[in-house]
């Protein structure tokens, strides 16, 4: 059964009264943790929100009469042989009730103004299952020094139908001495915009609604304590976006234990120098793009377009956010915020990551959406030249890889913006082939 992740954090940057309320709202955390166990097999991974022997085909159906049955807060259950939805409210109320006075205590327990509104907020919202309303608590919260984020916002997990979300927290502390390097890379992608259509609608956010924290993660539980997270972006709602804008959280934490863990071990397949200086160029990179992924996946959001792709959404919007993150960076050089070497250096730590993930992909089954996208990337890439497996080792044409990026962010982006579930098919069906990961390295 899948633990929630903790994580060492520095306690003297945080005064008596924080590290009271970081105990807490990690006791809080555990709450959350527990409801999300019983929305997921821990054997199987399987969702049990849905009857076990419930199809595809069969909820559908039913939801043409019952649209509830499709929200992605209820569950679905048969009752005398007939689909009928539970309010996650109705299924999780008493969890919620502990966790709300969990949250309460933590609330008197802050010198933090601004924290302690946002906690209310939360508390007021989680009480009456109005999930929306914690989310956009979340937009809406300054720079607190401590922040948590709680609630059902995701539907990586719904393999079935793409529709349900399941519980998620994660506790952070405002890292205020994150590398310059990333702060002037968001800073030059807020002013210079994404090449996005102008019908998105992330093209008309002021540079003031792209909300950025780089944080230490003192924990992770529920959906996000699966494996370890590097930054994620809400809201995922266009309508959400076009209102609050988005917020990025980058997680450093969790991230530099995964580089050091997963993704130095690989660069020996990818570089002949991997020396200690390379590798620290390297950690600066992965830091760069995954800020340009969650900044793309954040701005980049077009009306109805979950409805149009249905299960194909998260595959299509994170394969969209890699191509349009990675091809945006072309014009910090053209701009002059960066070298060659630096954009060659980004190419190499995202191969390095999509080559991580598709072993972890293979290893457990987990993270399928992403798995879908870097089957996508990596064929395309291999027909055109831009990868090469040399003596054992993955040799990348810079130009090429470009070039493919730039093509595929146009077609990822019309497909965001106009194309519907079939478009998806089409696209996996001639490259998300997943025999590809078996020619990309691995670590013994």
């Not at 590398?179 to 093209?203: A, H, W, Y």
Request: aromatic fraction near 10%; charge should be negative; proline fraction near 2%.
């Amino acid at each position: 059964m899948q633990n929630v992740r903790l994580f060492e954090y520095d306690k003297s940057m945080l005064s008596e009264s924080e590290r009271r309320v970081v105990d807490i709202l990690l006791e809080a955390g555990n709450v959350i943790h527990k409801v999300w166990q019983r929305q997921v097999d821990q054997d199987t991974g399987r969702l049990t929100v849905y009857p076990e022997d419930a199809t595809k085909e069969e909820i559908l159906a039913a939801a043409e009469k019952d649209p509830a049955l499709l929200s992605g807060t209820t569950l679905v259950r048969r009752v005398n042989g007939k689909l009928e939805a539970v309010d996650y409210i109705d299924e999780y109320g008493d969890d919620l009730k502990e966790f709300s006075a969990l949250l309460t205590q933590a609330k008197d327990a802050s010198d933090d103004p601004d924290l302690k509104i946002y906690i209310d907020k939360v508390i007021k919202a989680c009480s009456a299952g109005d999930y929306q309303a914690s989310l956009i608590a979340f937009l809406e919260n300054p720079q607190t020094k401590i922040e948590f984020s709680a609630g059902p916002f995701e539907t990586y997990e719904d393999n079935l139908l793409g529709r349900k979300k399941t519980f998620q927290f994660n506790l952070r502390v405002l890292n205020q001495t994150a590398t310059q390097d990333i702060l002037n890379m968001i800073d030059v992608m807020k002013n210079i915009r994404l090449p996005q259509p102008e019908t998105s609608f992330g093209s008309k956010l002021e540079k003031n609604q792209i909300q950025v924290r780089i944080d230490d993660v003192l924990m992770f539980a529920g959906r996000q304590s699966t494996h370890l997270v590097s930054s994620a972006n809400l809201p995922n709602e266009p309508e959400l976006v076009k209102k609050y804008g988005t917020k990025v959280v980058v997680f450093t934490t969790s991230m530099s234990m995964k580089f050091d863990k997963r993704h130095v071990p690989l660069m020996k397949f990818f570089c002949d120098n991997c020396d200690e200086e390379h590798v620290e160029k390297l950690r600066a990179a992965m830091f760069n793009w995954v800020a340009l992924h969650e900044i793309a996946e954040g701005t980049v959001k077009f009306s109805s377009t979950e409805s149009r792709l249905k299960s194909n959404y998260d595959f299509i919007r994170e394969l969209n956010a890699h191509a349009v993150g990675l091809d945006s960076a072309k014009y910090h050089i053209l701009n002059g915020f960066s070298t060659l070497e630096q954009y060659q250096d980004l190419l190499m730590a995202f191969a390095i990551f999509a080559t991580d993930m598709c072993n972890h992909y293979q290893e457990s089954g987990a993270l399928l959406d992403y798995a879908k996208g870097f089957a996508v990337m990596f064929n395309i890439g291999f027909r055109s030249g831009a990868f090469k497996v040399e003596d054992g080792k993955m040799a990348i044409d810079y130009t090429q890889l470009a070039s493919d990026l730039e093509a595929l962010s146009h077609l990822t982006l019309r497909i965001m913006e106009q194309g519907d579930e079939d478009d998806a098919n089409k696209l996996l069906k001639e490259y998300g082939d997943f025999a590809v990961f078996d020619r990309l390295p691995k670590l013994k």
